[in-house]
């Protein structure tokens, strides 16, 4: 992990989304009056004529962008989470995700990391939401390379996509010549102490929790799950049966998010108890990104003290 | 238009209407009255104005129909089925666990329905989508929408209205089932419209109003709005809910529930003695 290089996913979204543009003629740009924060500003000002700027009305931005998908067109669009899967999620129901149209739903400013806007725009309910519709293959990546790889990756996905990204500038993770698969998570180390389930945001911070863990004597394995939809439930399993606690962290309320997609599968293929770090069933605030994620638990002060305090239990 | 095809124009949808009651009637569930209020609009639509083909139904360069107001399927299914691209047979089949005719459009599952609707507002955007694309890829074909009144109320709608100004959509013509009628009560009593023509007129469309049964007035309308550039069109088609079923004209109850045994035999006798010329 380079820590000294930090990017925002939402900002290597943008710049995938560009070189994607180059190759694939078929893809055109949706926004709703947040390009430049989303970063699709970047894909308009070279393809303007594939770019479209459909104003403060995200429900028809996104039924618009299901038609042209039924024409052949590879519709990627964009705004703030808390406006795609919550303003539109009726949209993204009935218009994309029954019909099973081509649209790629790339949502930013997802979690608290938004940091000072605040709770109306901090949305920590999208995967929740996603996950649960039929037909909808959900991500949330966790860094710059991740991310490359997930805008071209799900062009190559027939039928709806939520990719999930962040507003906060996080560390690289992972090298170039990395490779991913669709709902393949990535181990990071083989520590039995315990493993620690990650999505987004919460990779880095996972990572670095696992250093300091090592430095007392505590080896712990970091799993970076960037498929939320369809789940790996190989991995869930396999690091049930090889570690002692699991423990899940997330950008996101607990009730429906990565925590409980895992603990659905720990229910059914192997039974064991889950810690499940994360938004504990409330509302954002305004503050820093960091100072949010200390003040909700999940940095990795928060990780290391949860661990510690367990091992009292 | 020579009489004879306006003659079978009328005739189709006369067909149109008995298979409405029909499947409503074998369902014992469905919306006869807003099926009933576009049936003369469909005829014209799956029987003249769209360059359509039966036996391809996802051909590229085909004109698009997305029935906005999705409930009223009854009447898409029809048309769809006397155009010939599924059997009539199928339509006993509407609503029924062991078919493929659900309650509300489905495009995975039948051929020929070019959308998947039935939260209104929605397919309105979608349409607007599919005109962008035929702009985009200088395609000659033409979309067209069918909205009822009562789901103008939808905010929705005014978004898609303000994206098809933007893109100055002339291949896209939205069609307002103005039957007066929905669920609660009327227009007027749920929330009130005001002025239909007025309103899409402010948002950039090129309007006509017209009455919905007149089968000369749709044919012209449609021809008008072909021959209107640079801007998208709107078609207020006047119609009365239940249209040609005596006792379902203009009763709020018959949008959404099934004749009886009685009524069923009182509605076919209906259409088939009256058809829609009662009103000329």
């Known amino acids: 992990m380079k820590l000294d290089k930090k990017i925002a996913t939402r900002q290597s979204y943008g710049e995938a989304l560009l070189e994607l543009g180059k190759d694939n003629n078929e893809i055109v740009v949706f926004d709703a009056d947040l390009a430049t924060a989303t970063k699709t500003n970047l894909f308009a000002k070279e393809f303007p004529k594939r770019f479209f700027e459909m104003g403060i009305a995200e429900q028809n931005m996104f039924g618009v962008a299901a038609g042209m998908s039924t024409c052949g067109k590879i519709p990627y669009v964009s705004t703030f989470a808390v406006f795609a899967a919550g303003r539109a999620y009726d949209q993204v129901r009935n218009s994309i995700c029954y019909p099973k149209l081509n649209v790629k739903i790339c949502a930013t400013h997802a979690g608290v990391t938004v940091g000072e806007d605040g709770a109306t725009h901090q949305m920590l309910e999208d995967i929740s939401l996603m996950r649960t519709l039929p037909n909808m293959t959900v991500l949330c990546t966790s860094d710059d390379i991740q991310t490359r790889w997930a805008v071209k990756e799900i062009a190559n996905i027939n039928g709806p996509v939520y990719l999930r990204l962040c507003r906060l500038a996080t560390p690289i993770i992972y090298d170039e010549t990395q490779k991913f698969e669709l709902g393949k998570a990535i181990q990071f180390g083989n520590g039995t102490d315990a493993t620690l389930f990650a999505t987004g945001v919460t990779v880095s911070v996972a990572l670095k929790a696992k250093e300091m863990l090592k430095e007392e004597g505590i080896n712990v394995r970091v799993v970076d799950m960037h498929t939320i939809k369809p789940i790996d439930e190989d991995i869930i399993v396999k690091c049930a049966n090889e570690t002692d606690r699991l423990i899940s962290v997330e950008d996101h309320n607990v009730i429906g998010g990565l925590g409980s997609a895992i603990a659905e599968v720990l229910a059914t293929k192997a039974p064991k108890k889950l810690e499940r770090l994360g938004i504990q069933d409330k509302f954002g605030k305004s503050g820093k990104a960091e100072e949010l994620m200390h003040y909700f638990g999940i940095d990795c002060n928060a990780i290391c003290e949860h661990y510690k305090q367990g091992m009292q239990l | ?280």
């Open chain 2, 1 to 280: 238009m020579e009489i004879t095809k306006i003659q079978e124009i009328e005739e189709k949808a006369k067909q149109i209407r008995i298979e409405i009651v029909k499947q409503v009637y074998n369902a014992r569930s469905g919306h006869p009255g807003g099926s009933l209020s576009i049936a003369d609009i469909m005829s014209v639509l799956y029987f003249n104005e769209m360059n359509i083909d039966e036996k391809n139904p996802n051909l590229e360069d085909r004109d698009r129909f997305v029935l906005s107001k999705g409930h009223c399927v009854a009447a898409l299914y029809s048309a769809l089925a006397l155009r010939g691209y599924f059997s009539m047979e199928d339509l006993s089949k509407f609503r029924k666990i062991d078919g493929n005719l659900q309650g509300h459009p489905d495009m995975t599952k039948v051929p020929g329905i070019d959308m998947s609707t039935g939260s209104l507002g929605q397919g309105i955007s979608a349409a607007v989508g599919m005109a962008i694309a035929g702009k985009l890829d200088n395609k000659n074909y033409r979309v067209y929408t069918i909205l009822g009144d009562g789901e103008i109320e939808e905010g929705q709608v005014w978004e898609a209205a303000m994206s098809a100004n933007k893109y100055k959509l002339d291949n896209l013509c939205v069609i307002v089932d103005n039957n007066n009628l929905q669920i609660d009560g009327t227009i007027e009593e749920v929330i009130g419209l005001n002025k239909i023509e007025e309103k899409f007129k402010s948002f950039g469309f090129e309007t006509f109003t017209i009455d919905g049964h007149n089968f000369e007035e749709i044919i012209r309308a449609f021809g008008k709005a072909k021959d209107t550039k640079g801007k998208p069109t709107c078609i207020i088609a006047k119609t009365v809910k239940g249209k040609g079923v005596s006792f379902m004209e203009n009763k709020v109850e018959w949008h959404g529930k099934a004749p009886n045994d009685e009524e069923f035999k009182q509605a076919i006798n209906d259409v088939f003695w009256d058809g829609a010329k009662k009103h000329h």
